[in-house]
């Protein structure tokens, strides 16, 4: 599993990524200049900041007025005049600099031959060989998460000269270097960051500084580099950065190059190994040149590249410790990136971690864990101030000050579900592992999301329905140029599923009893599903779907209900023809996210068929980078993250009370294997499958329980124990599942 290419990278989207949670690194693979892009997970724009504006709540009974009387327009006014955060705009994640490598050829005109540069995903590993002159030239980088360094070696079969420097976007920076270091520190704002670079000669050679560079002269060279900022936390930027590298390299700097890449391999290793996806052979073909090539059909193997790049991406930008995967992730090479590469939470953050419990990266969920936690204690003060509710609430963004007020204008930010759709993965969580010590620790953030709404819910005059008031469809116009209204579909699906599971969450941890009645009583009152006049699931409480200005929107929010969430089943066969109806009416062409959610939704309406023509208009150079990035276009990680979920989707899905293997299974995809995907009650999933037809399965119940295991149409209940192996056997009919030896 590695992405290749034959030439260097010419732009940004054309290197290679690497991270360790904390660090990231675009690699270019050039032969006489090379370019490391540098990103530091807490290296933004601005400091401290309460977003939550103090006279927010006196005008809301006017717009909640002005809506309930059907004067969106003026209701939207009004909340851009009086109900939006202070400023209006949160603050962008930065990238942080470039390490350059200036490498002088063996002899001048000397031909390059047999170039190639790969992303390892099996050993997160990115190389670069090649010939020039007659002298062989290899790179290995890798971004350490043990040892919290990038860690780069060249080697060559002759003596090599090579010259390093560092370059800086931000204004306020300076660079120097000084015996075998090199040196770049700079402020954004509030926040202090520093690059430090130190140079190991594996044999004979020479390193010299000048005028603000490092010369060397070897035929092996290691660089550590480390990456720090002063962002303690969202509250505090007073870090000591240079005192964090000094550190991290005095520690790396006493190991050998071969034991530090080991211990990195062993690392990462323990996450990516979990999971294996074999589709059939890869042709000897550059990756970018299988991207151009895959709506042909003839390399259903790239989907696999496609699904082990992005667990690969997932653990390289989300590991415990550090950050939260922004839109961009961990990687960015601007100081004003797109969107801000914040955090955007009516669809995008959630979207980053639909694959983490089932492809098997539970570890994953930690940073964007503590960023809820940070939210759910900013997120009362918005509360307070905006409604003058308890609890808490996020909108439609937050940023690495935890912004929680509504932003950017009334249209966008006027949702107040943001926080509610992240608790989601609290309970996901539960559901694919069981763990009640996971689940007491957040469950005071659940409970903290559903009083913010037992306290801000409205009775619509016109139902009778508790209903969010004011809100939106997120991004979509009803009516041209308003999305301000009461109770939008996917508010009640979304606040529905968090009334449900914290009361599941309080009936686990046998606690709130009176609180627990309170959510229900909540929870019966809330809008039902709806079908409107053209069968479609309706996206407004009022049937506004057919008359809407964008038919063909991006966001499919009403049908949140088919997924992620599980509202919608085979057990509610009129509700799942109107999610269809409604997706055949969006139409396939959008983003790049929004057809990886479109891809998940097809999975669940069980048409493999269709999903796989929505993951072939991902795969396309208009939606896909030569280095696999998804495009919206521009880069949006989403998108990667999301064709992952779809994967496992197609292959494996555990809701709605049963495990069924292969409930989507494309066409395309006649032949393959899967192993260590994680099902809902705690079970490890391997399939195999030849002329499109299940011939192997083994589930492994890692906490004992009863599941019913769905295969086509045939149902079959399973008692298990914990450790318990169970298997289909290829002899066996379809359906009969039997009990293996441990």
């Not at 030239?137 to 090599?160: K, N, W, Y």
């Not at 300076?174 to 140079?199: H, I, N, P, W, Y």
């Not at 007073?238 to 990195?264: E, G, I, P, Q, Y």
Request: aromatic share 10%; hydrophobic share 40%; glycine share 8%.
């Amino acid at each position: 599993m590695r992405l290749w290419y034959d030439k260097p990278a010419q732009d940004w989207l054309e290197a290679l990524p690497l991270g360790n949670g904390t660090l990231g690194a675009m690699v270019y693979g050039g032969v006489e200049n090379e370019r490391l892009a540098l990103n530091h997970g807490n290296l933004w724009a601005g400091g401290p900041h309460d977003y939550a504006n103090p006279d927010a709540h006196k005008a809301l009974p006017e717009i909640r007025r002005l809506i309930f009387a059907g004067e969106y327009e003026a209701a939207q006014a009004l909340v851009q005049e009086r109900f939006l955060s202070q400023p209006l705009r949160q603050m962008p994640y930065q990238a942080l600099g470039s390490l350059l490598l200036s490498v002088q050829p063996p002899a001048s005109g000397a031909e390059i031959q047999d170039y190639q540069r790969e992303l390892d995903l099996d050993e997160a590993i990115a190389r670069v060989r090649y010939t020039q002159g007659g002298v062989e030239f290899t790179r290995e980088v890798f971004a350490s998460q043990p040892d919290g360094l990038i860690i780069m070696r060249l080697s060559s079969s002759a003596l090599m000269s090579l010259s390093l420097g560092m370059h800086c976007p931000h204004p306020a920076h300076e660079s120097r270097a000084s015996g075998k270091t090199l040196l770049l520190s700079g402020m954004s704002d509030t926040v202090l960051f520093e690059a430090r670079a130190q140079v190991r000669l594996e044999g004979n050679g020479t390193i010299t500084a000048e005028g603000g560079r490092l010369n060397v002269r070897a035929r092996c060279v290691t660089i550590f580099l480390s990456l720090a900022t002063s962002y303690a936390n969202w509250q505090d930027t007073s870090d000591d950065s240079a005192t964090r590298n000094v550190k991290a390299l005095s520690k790396a700097m006493k190991k050998s190059w071969d034991r530090l890449k080991v211990t990195h391999v062993a690392d990462y290793q323990k996450l990516y190994s979990r999971v294996a996806l074999d589709l059939g052979p890869e042709p000897e073909l550059p990756t970018d040149e299988r991207v151009r090539n895959f709506a042909t059909g003839t390399d259903p193997a790239l989907a696999a590249l496609h699904f082990a790049y992005g667990r690969y991406l997932l653990i390289a930008c989300s590991r415990p410790g550090g950050s939260a995967a922004t839109l961009q992730g961990l990687w960015n090479d601007s100081l004003t990136p797109p969107w801000d590469s914040k955090y955007t939470v009516n669809i995008n953050t959630e979207m980053n971690y639909w694959p983490a419990a089932p492809a098997n990266l539970l570890e994953c969920y930690e940073p964007l864990f503590r960023l809820i936690g940070d939210l759910a204690e900013s997120g009362r003060r918005t509360a307070k101030a905006h409604y003058g509710a308890s609890g808490w609430v996020c909108h439609h963004n937050t940023d690495g000050w935890r912004g929680t007020a509504p932003v950017d204008g009334a249209f966008w930010g006027m949702w107040p579900c943001g926080g509610a759709w992240l608790c989601k993965s609290f309970w996901d969580h539960y559901e694919f592992t069981g763990d009640k010590r996971a689940l007491a620790l957040y469950y005071p953030i659940l409970r903290g999301a559903a009083d913010f709404f037992l306290d801000t819910l409205v009775t619509d005059p016109k139902s009778g329905w508790l209903v969010t008031c004011p809100s939106n469809s997120p991004e979509n116009a009803h009516h041209p140029g308003v999305s301000l209204c009461a109770g939008p579909s996917m508010d009640s699906q979304i606040i529905g599923d968090l009334f449900d599971n914290v009361v599941s969450a309080a009936e686990v941890l046998k606690r709130d009893t009176e609180f627990v009645a309170r959510v229900r009583t909540a929870r019966s009152q809330l809008p039902p599903l709806q079908i409107g006049s053209a069968g479609q699931l309706q996206e407004w409480l009022e049937d506004w779907d057919l008359d809407a200005p964008e038919r063909d929107h991006r966001h499919v929010s009403h049908l949140y209900a088919l997924y992620p969430s599980a509202q919608i089943t085979r057990q509610t066969p009129e509700l799942l023809a109107a999610a269809r109806k409604s997706l055949e009416l969006r139409g396939d062409l959008a983003t790049g996210w929004s057809l990886a959610w479109k891809l998940n939704l097809w999975a669940r309406l069980g048409d493999g068929q269709r999903a796989h023509a929505l993951l072939a208009n991902l795969l396309t150079p208009e939606r896909t980078a030569p280095n696999l990035f998804n495009l919206h276009p521009p880069f949006q990680i989403d998108g990667n993250f999301g064709a992952v979920s779809g994967i496992c989707e197609l292959l494996l899905q555990s809701h709605g009370g049963e495990i069924h293997l292969l409930p989507a299974l494309p066409p395309q995809w006649k032949e393959g294997s899967v192993s260590g995907l994680r099902a809902r009650g705690g079970y490890l999933v391997s399939l195999q499958w030849r002329d499109s037809q299940l011939t192997h399965a083994t589930l492994t119940s890692q906490n004992g329980g009863e599941c019913n295991v769905r295969i086509g149409e045939t149902v079959t209940f399973l008692k298990t124990r914990k450790g318990g192996i169970y298997t289909f056997p290829e002899e066996s009919a379809f359906g009969i599942l039997s009990r293996a030896e441990d």
